[in-house]
């Protein structure tokens, strides 16, 4: 466990907490501050510790590494900053793309030609975890002249299958 500043302030405030609420139930000082000092830690990690990771939207992210993209690809979301950032695809080709991404999932449609466009690849990033996250993360590379021009990030609402 890594002390941070926001974790040390949550648990100096939760101890305030627990040791006034603890005020009520015993007046004398030393059993206030031993039930605060024992309630602390597992306030904060059975009940606050999860609302936290329940609502926020914060992911891990990890370097980009071609064979876990392929291997793994529930961490994809994990990696897609790095890929976007390093700017590690743009300027390659088709066949380059494919042998460090794998082959894409889908082609973007055209509606100028009414068909797929091979100029356009999708990957599927996979979805934040979140309780509340109804979106799929998705990575679309553009090509010009047979080389990536365009990394975009994008997500898509997911649809009931009812």
């Known amino acids: ?14 101890f305030i907490v627990l040791f ?4 009520t139930i015993d007046k004398r000082i030393w ?29 891990h992210e990890k370097q980009f590494k071609a064979e876990v993209w392929k291997e793994k690809p529930a961490y994809r979301f994990e990696m897609a900053n790095d890929l976007e950032q390093s700017d590690l695809l743009l ?3 088709k066949s380059e793309i494919k042998a460090i991404l794998g ?41 010009e002249g047979g080389k990536v021009r365009l990394l975009e990030h994008y997500q898509l609402e997911l649809e009931d299958n009812e």
């Open 1 to 14: 466990m890594i002390l941070t500043t926001p974790f040390v302030i949550i648990l100096v405030l939760l």
């Open 20 to 23: 006034i609420f603890s005020r």
């Open 31 to 59: 059993v206030a501050a031993l039930i605060s000092l024992v309630l602390t830690p597992i306030v904060y990690f059975y009940l606050l510790y999860p609302l936290i990771n329940i609502f926020s939207t914060y992911h």
């Open 91 to 93: 300027g390659k080709s």
């Open 103 to 143: 082959k894409p999932g889908w082609f973007s449609w055209n509606d100028a030609t009414k068909t797929n466009d091979s100029n356009y690849w999708n990957y599927n990033l996979g979805l934040k975890p979140g309780a509340f996250n109804t979106k799929q993360e998705c990575l679309e590379i553009t090509f």
